[in-house]
């Protein structure tokens, strides 16, 4: 059970404070959001990750003029889901927070729709914070991914093959999916020391831990040895991150340029306009055209491929990508479509 | 003992002489490099990166038009150093190639100069070949670094807090060094292979094993847990690298604008030439500058906290690199100098 939980900034330690302000000014200025009369919806596992996030947000609500709706999703995957449910329940009450949950049967979905576990856990849950943030008009949908996620995520997409800037981690915010990331730079050990400063009890997630997940072996078997051989190897992937976010600033823009005329329904690329770019622009134009399409990632090869066969300007080429998306080569110009 | 060694395309089997003309269209295609009427001066360590690295470049000098000259550097560092030089001196007598030797005690060199033993090796190994290469009148010094280096080089950076493109690894062609990597995106194994199809024989490297090193601790166990999640690491790693020099040439070009006027005996960047910069152009031109100035790889955290500082406009503020670099930041404008 929790006991008098924090719920302003004067109710904590020094350095529990501190790290409050540091969220507060990571919200500011890295990911530049005011949350001025907004409504946050938090995702909350029960883990020591989204209990934090739950009493640092409570702890800066009234200074920052939001409000705090939390929500949770039993994967009824684990025998202790319904005691965890029970714990969330108890935390919310406590700190006077709503909570909206919901439950579904995730090891039948994923096998009734042909999906990996942890996919079928991810899309039911989104599904369920996206429909909840709409019911009760929230802004955000606010989660507890941290820097040890970061790095993490990092390994999983240098394994993958992912490009610049994408290789930089996951978004701290995503207008598209209205979510915010707050304690992305913020190590996990710092969070289990807030918790401990607050008194605050978690529940641990027994399936991080089953090696038969790609991210578990990532976490319990990459990262360490690269700490081990770096000790500020979070500091150094989260400066890697924001290096990332600057980039995609800068190409952002440049895409935006000239993709303004582009009609999206059948998207095509004119030889003229790709003979003015760098082949580094026209990789992160490629690029932007396949993800404005849906679906499918677009891997580093397959878009070096495309670029290569338009240099050699290979006529009739087409070069597949994932999502049978496809693009077609005629006459220096590149056709976008479906297979 | 090498007996019947392939010293032309013609004398190879169709995957070996398939091996040979892909590396032919590397150093074309990827490194924009012709070798005609040059002196390649190729550095041999006895191992079966470089011995193949020999045989290769053999079966492309006549019809690309380059003469070889061989180096080799004992370091005298393992018991087996002086037979690994006689096998070298047979290898290149059997291909009737011209070879240089030294050789120095480098254990005695690392302790005497306080610096590691790879360090001390590397050191040393560099300025003999470079010695060699103005002796011999070569144009390139070429080394056998092949795809799994790469693939080791990139995480050794990522563990470090390498930035982008640097995260890439290591550079297919060096101006400034005259070095060339032809085997660069080549797989090890291939090399392995094509040295059997030849019947060439090696020396395996007993210190390529050693823990003490952190590039054989990432070679043996971080490397091969990436392989085990994506059998198509390496790939992965040569298409970042793809990106990375894609890249360089992108902001090259953007650096070189900004820096036109630069006086690098003291440089300084000003208020408004920072100003009209992106935050990624600005982060890439600091880079540039300092690493006019010498010895010291500034990091992304570095290069991010001088950034943070000038756009905060904190007057006075000093900001230290490696190698005893500082900026210092007065008015708006930044003034580079050594501490």
Redesign the interface.
């Known amino acids: 059970m929790n006991r008098h939980l924090p719920t302003g900034l004067q109710e904590l330690d020094p350095k529990a404070a501190h790290l409050c302000l540091g969220i507060e000014n990571f919200i500011t200025s890295e990911l530049q959001t005011s949350l001025e009369d907004t409504v946050l919806l938090v995702a909350l596992s029960g883990g020591v990750d989204s209990s934090a996030l739950l009493i640092i947000l409570t702890c800066l609500a009234k200074k920052n003029g939001f409000c705090i709706h939390a929500a949770h999703f039993n994967h009824q995957l684990r025998p202790e889901a319904d005691a965890e449910e029970t714990h969330i329940r108890q935390l919310c009450s406590s700190l006077n927070i709503e909570l909206t949950t919901d439950s579904q049967d995730i090891a039948a979905y994923a096998s009734g729709h042909k999906l990996g576990i942890e996919e079928a856990a991810r899309l039911r849950r989104y599904a369920f914070l996206e429909s909840t943030r709409l019911a009760v008009n929230a802004d955000w949908i606010v989660t507890g991914h941290h820097a040890n996620d970061l790095a993490e995520d990092?390994m999983m997409r240098?394994?993958?093959?992912t490009?610049?800037?994408a290789?930089?981690g996951m978004q701290g915010k995503c207008n598209n999916r209205k979510l915010l990331r707050p304690l992305l730079t913020t190590p996990k050990d710092d969070l289990i020391s807030f918790a401990n400063a607050c008194s605050l009890t978690w529940c641990e997630d027994a399936s991080n831990i089953d090696k038969q997940f790609?991210r578990n072996?990532?976490r319990s078997?990459?990262i360490p040895?690269?700490c081990k051989?770096?000790p500020?190897?979070l500091?150094?992937?989260t400066?890697?991150w924001?290096?990332?976010q600057?980039?995609t600033?800068?190409w952002a823009?440049i895409i935006n340029q000239h993709l303004q005329k582009t009609d999206f329904d059948s998207p095509k690329l004119l030889k003229e306009d790709l003979s003015s770019m760098?082949?580094?622009?026209r990789?992160r134009v490629y690029k932007a055209v396949l993800n404005s399409m849906g679906k499918g990632q677009p891997?580093?090869?397959n878009l070096?491929a495309l670029d290569t066969a338009w240099q050699a300007n290979v006529g009739g080429k087409v070069v597949q990508f994932p999502g049978n998306k496809i693009a077609t080569i005629r006459k220096g110009t590149i056709y976008f479509s479906y297979q």
């Open positions: 990092v240098l394994i993958r093959g490009g610049w800037p290789l930089g790609l072996r990532v078997q990459i040895l690269l051989e770096n500020a190897f500091d150094a992937t400066s890697l924001k290096l990332a600057v980039d600033d800068h823009e760098s082949q580094a622009t990789l891997l580093q090869q070096l």
